[in-house]
């Protein structure tokens, strides 16, 4: 592969060249956990090598079509691409707009003719128009510093001042003056424009994105600023839409951890080799085991036990795992789902299958199921304590249980009696904790402590959960 730019050396690669942007492109795509090997950059660069490099669009397809293992992942693909092959290369600029005041207050007039020149391209759907429009948006309204520590430009300022979404209503007349839509589609009309100002969002998201590329370079903005795919989305960190998203891949990811167990099953029920049997056997073949005697084991499904604190931030965690067990429930041959907050309520029926939307299953478990007493606020000993009272008989020698939460306990007794008699009578018990290791212990938190009774680990997304429970379930 072939490009211009700048060169460290007498016959080296150039530093900002296309072999350069490829491999910074296949880095950053392997940190947001792209699985990316060096037999499928190399079909990269073939790929570029074809197509050549005049239509950008082609480049991105071509290299889309090499390096992606699945469609979640394509936004996440498109945005670290738009960093390192870009539309255009333009200079960071001084920190301020290019166009306009310093702080996009001053001149009116540049506002609102870039508001009228906006609602003419959505109406005409141009795309080219609407690429420099954004460019023009950050240049002239998202600057907002010149340190050299400051990031420069920024799309939340640009969209705040903009504010394209109101624009709705004159994009709808110009369309119907034009009579490019009938009367009776205003609907489908409307939601193909809210489309395209969430195109053009996107588009001022990602020249911002560029003009701080320029200042801090690709591959720390690529890492850092680029949102990575649903899975990888810190559970306490995650927004509504981002638990809407990891909702939609519970089957999925059910499916596949449905695949594996059955797997495991298979091998489990071969049976471990017999070895006083084995070398009795070969007796007959002079003392080769030809023929290894297997010890069978009998068949059978585990019983498993969910204790979920579904307060606070911890809430979207526990949902997603309580849709994730649904789904996976033909696995058991028993399932027994218990939510807390201060008391401890059964919920198993809530997941029954049709029972609930998964999407509305936190609200009604909050609504219908009986999980705070005197307060509001999470309380695992007072939980601990009332499940082994009125619950002890969900416990037995072949169930597992897992436990759901951040182990803090607003000051409150952990109560570590309870939890050590739920250990003793089940067959494992396994803490999944949505925060990291560095912050147990610190605060309100009591994972040190409960650490030390039972299984512990860290569980801060949807990909480690569904390794973890792959690997953590009995066959």
Known sequence: MTGGGATTGAGAAPADGPVARLTGLVGAL???????????????????EAVGFADRERMREALAATLLHGERQRPVFDRVFDLYFPATVTGAGTGRH???????????????????????ALAAGDTALLDRLAAEAVAGFGGYGSGPGSDGWSSHQ?????RPETLLARVRAARTAAGQEPAFTDRLLDDE???AIEGFRERVRTEARRRVAERQGRDRVARRAVAGTADRVDFL??????????RRTVRPLARKLATRLAARRRRAARGEIDLRRTLRSSLSTGGVPVRPVLRRRRPGRPELVLLCDVSGSVAGFAQFTMALVQALRDQFSRVRVFA??????EVTDFLAPGAADPAALGERILAEARLTGRHGQSDYGTALDEFVERYADALGPRTVVFVLGDARTNRADPRTESLRLIADRARRVHWLNPEQPALWGTGDSVAPLYAELVDMRSCRDARRLGELIGRLLPV
């Open 193 to 195: 424009i809210r489309r």
């Open 237 to 246: 960190l995650a927004g509504r839409e981002q638990l809407d998203e990891l």
């Open 30 to 48: 392997r940190d947001h956990g792209f699985g990316i090997g060096t037999g499928e950059t190399v079909d990269a660069g073939l790929a570029l």
């Open 158 to 162: 640009t969209l705040s001042r903009l």
């Open 98 to 120: 290019e166009g306009g005041n310093g702080d996009g207050d001053g001149d009116g007039g540049d506002l609102a003719g870039l508001r009228t020149r906006l609602a003419e």
């Open 340 to 345: 807390f907050v201060n008391r401890v309520d």
